[in-house]
């Protein structure tokens, strides 16, 4: 078995989260250690945002993480790159 991935998920209708990967059964996915990406800058796209990162982490809005998210209707689901995956991890947790 290898070592857990890191993804970027897009749902139909509760935003895009990035987090560890869990479970996933057709359209329903578990991520842990899991965060919003809220709105995201610095990168064109979630491919680019999943491939490289963000150039501009002070301008990202990502909540905090949580333990554990059950998302429905995921119609999308990018691994990330170890550099990626830093750059979203190393974004200031956003608070309003």
Same mark, same amino acid.
């Given at each position: 078995?290898?070592?857990?991935?890191?993804?970027?998920?897009?749902?139909?209708? /509760?935003?895009?989260?990035?987090?560890?990967? &869990?479970?996933?059964?057709?359209q329903e996915v578990v991520l842990t250690n899991a965060?919003?990406?809220w709105y995201w800058y610095g990168a064109a796209s979630?491919?680019?945002? /999943?491939?490289?990162?963000?150039?501009?982490?002070?301008?990202?809005?990502?909540?905090?993480?949580?333990?554990?998210?059950?998302?429905?209707? /995921?119609?999308?689901?990018?691994?990330?790159?170890?550099? /990626?995956?830093?750059?979203? &991890?190393a974004v200031p947790v956003w608070r309003a």
């Amino acid at each position: 078995m290898g070592e857990p991935r890191y993804v970027i998920v897009r749902t139909y209708s /509760a935003g895009v989260f990035a987090g560890t990967l &869990e479970h996933r059964t057709g359209q329903e996915v578990v991520l842990t250690n899991a965060r919003r990406l809220w709105y995201w800058y610095g990168a064109a796209s979630l491919s680019q945002l /999943a491939m490289e990162g963000t150039s501009e982490p002070f301008k990202c809005k990502f909540p905090c993480a949580v333990s554990r998210v059950e998302l429905l209707q /995921a119609i999308e689901i990018l691994d990330t790159t170890p550099d /990626a995956r830093r750059s979203i &991890e190393a974004v200031p947790v956003w608070r309003a």
